[in-house]
């Protein structure tokens, strides 16, 4: 069983263009990440959600568009896609609770190639 | 946000210890050390953390300064499988975010 799960994989597309990246968690958290991971391989958290409730949002464009339709599910669409954008992109989770520690559970990475 | 330290890469022997350092000098009380792992290809895992007192769990041991400004993760016996980048993040948990540093390349020689 896949506890945090994207898709799709690899993503090829031109400048421009409007994408989406899904991400999924069974493990009934209610907290969920995007992470951009860029060519220097540096991992920068770019939103979360808790409860279906944005609480973090990293400075990110506003042509970075998240939605939570339900806990177990955080989006990314992406629209005017620049070639910048190129990169890993990262779904993670985690229950945070107040004064006890649980960790991100990290899914597999969508790797976004704007050509 | 408090920063962590870590050297660029390192290499180790199989079946070696590993001592891989994190400085963060800037830590505050409430801050825990946090120590992920990112195999090749994949997304980060976790591997332990920490407040002030050692820990050991099954993947590796946190070994924390009296003053907190500086850890060590220790991989007691590294296999080809342990080659990744490790990195050190601080945070309080309960909180949303890790502000994950550039960590250390480990390269595990066979």
């Known amino acids: 069983d896949t506890a945090v799960s994207q898709t799709p994989k690899y993503l090829v597309t031109q400048m421009g263009n409007d994408k989406s990246i899904k991400c999924e968690q069974n493990l009934g958290h209610d907290t969920m990440y995007w992470y951009k991971q860029d060519s220097k391989k540096f991992l920068k958290i770019m939103f979360s959600y808790n409860n279906k409730e944005l609480i973090i949002n990293e400075t990110v464009p506003n042509r970075f568009s998240p939605k939570s339709p339900d806990k177990a599910h955080l989006n990314l669409h992406i629209n005017s896609l620049e070639l910048g954008d190129s990169a890993v992109y990262f779904c993670?989770?985690?229950?945070?609770?107040?004064?006890?520690?649980?960790?991100?559970?990290f899914g597999p990475g969508t790797r976004l190639t704007v050509l | 946000d408090a920063k962590t330290t870590q050297p660029n890469s390192m290499e180790s022997n199989e079946e070696e210890p590993v001592h891989l350092p994190c400085n963060h000098s800037?830590?505050?009380?409430?801050?825990?050390i946090h120590w992920y792992r990112q195999l090749p290809s994949q997304g980060p895992e976790y591997v332990i953390h920490g407040l002030t007192s050692n820990v050991n769990n099954r993947m590796a041991s946190l070994a924390i300064a009296e003053d907190r400004k500086s850890s060590t993760l220790i991989l007691h016996r590294a296999t080809l499988r342990d080659a990744a980048v490790y990195y050190c993040i601080l945070g309080v948990p309960g909180t949303y975010k890790y502000i994950f540093g550039t960590g250390t390349r480990l390269k595990v020689l066979a």
């Open positions: 993670a989770s985690s229950q945070v609770s107040r004064g006890i520690y649980n960790e991100q559970f």
């Open positions: 800037t830590i505050s009380g409430t801050d825990y």
